[in-house]
């Protein structure tokens, strides 16, 4: 009969999965710059490239990965879009619950339309965000992104330095963290899935 | 099935169960006792903590520049320093891209060397100040580091 004999061992099976749990759990940091206690993220209420509302407080449930850039942009944006993306495939099912936002920083430039066929090229449920001056700035201030145009010169074409940080809202609405620029695929699918099992 | 042979396999079944659970606490052990160790050979790890003290900004609303912040801090990647600034005043702090309310913390591992800089508004100037992150000086200690993150 062996070692469980009269050991009543069906009934140590309850235990012995709450302790599996137990063992699987822990271990798990987020790695980027982390808000402690965190608290509500600020509004965000524009319009995306559809010309439906983004309201930031209807996405209760997601996790929301916010980034303020430009289409323009000739290398921070795209790059860190393109982590984001390797970090979506690499979530499998869980990417159904991740909401990417990208808010324009150059309103002037990124039309619907531009933005629609931009952001399409990394991933077709990338909202993409604008929205009046004021309204724009009112974000950017809640967010405290900075947005600097610097023309070039002899030419009517600009850039934007702009802040580079992905912005990362839970299910419950609050800002939970900031991933610096470069920040790995794999960690933002660490942060992800912790967010999203808490 | 009789019930006189459905009794063996209903067996086998939970001893497949118990010895996969038993597994999975042994894997979960062999990892908290591998962190464990590296904690104990990395003692090098350590905060950097930038406190705002209470009254910091009415200070700075009268024109004083009370809180120093060092211009430039230094980290190492491969001793997994952290960075922390408390917001220990009543009102809001803004650092560089983020705000920090009252009893608020910033906390940041930084995983790779780069220079980063932040623009505070506790100095009545709003200086900048820069943080340098290095590259590890122990080969091994990285190695270790990205290996039990």
Not at chain 1, 12 to 33: F, I, N, S
Not at chain 1, 82 to 108: H, K, M, N, Y
Not at chain 2, 113 to 142: N, Q, R
Request: contains cysteine; neutral net charge; proline residues 6%.
């Amino acid at each position: 009969m062996g070692l469980f004999t009269g050991f009543g061992w069906q009934r140590a099976l309850p235990t012995l999965a709450l302790l599996t749990v137990l063992a699987g759990c822990g271990g798990g940091q987020l790695r980027g710059g982390v808000f402690e206690p965190p608290q509500p993220a600020p509004a965000v209420v524009l319009t995306d490239q559809r010309g439906q509302v983004f309201d930031l407080s209807a996405q209760t449930g997601k996790v929301v990965l916010l980034y303020f850039g430009y289409t323009y942009c000739p290398d921070v944006c795209p790059t860190s879009l393109a982590d984001i993306s390797t970090a979506r495939r690499e979530l499998g099912a869980d990417a159904a619950r991740v909401q990417v936002a990208f808010v324009t920083v150059d309103p002037q430039r990124d039309t619907p339309q531009v933005m629609t066929r931009y952001l399409g090229a990394f991933d077709k449920a990338y909202l993409g965000l604008s929205g009046t001056t004021l309204e724009l700035q009112r974000v950017l201030d809640a967010y405290q992104v900075k947005a600097v145009r610097r023309d070039t010169e002899g030419s009517a074409s600009y850039t934007v330095d702009h802040t580079a940080f992905i912005y990362v809202i839970d299910p419950q609405g609050r800002l939970r963290e900031l991933l610096p620029f470069g920040t790995r695929a794999d960690d933002i699918v660490n942060d992800v899935r912790l967010l999203l099992r808490k | 099935m009789t019930p006189e042979l459905a009794r063996p396999a209903r067996r086998r079944g939970l001893w497949i169960l118990a010895a996969i659970m038993l597994a999975a606490l042994g894997l979960g052990a062999a990892r908290v006792g591998a962190v464990w160790q590296f904690e104990l050979t990395h003692p090098t790890e350590h905060e950097i903590i930038i406190i705002v003290p209470k009254g910091t900004a009415i200070l700075q609303a009268n024109g004083k520049d009370s809180l120093m912040i060092p211009r430039t801090l230094w980290l190492t990647v491969g001793d997994m320093d952290t960075l922390v600034i408390r917001n220990e005043d009543d009102f809001t702090l803004r650092v560089g891209p983020f705000r920090l309310g009252p009893n608020q913390q910033y906390r940041q591992r930084f995983r790779s060397p780069g220079v980063f800089k932040l623009v505070c508004s506790t100095m009545y100037h709003e200086d900048e100040t820069v943080i340098t992150v290095l590259a590890s000086k122990d080969p091994a200690g990285t190695w270790l580091s990205n290996l039990f993150r």
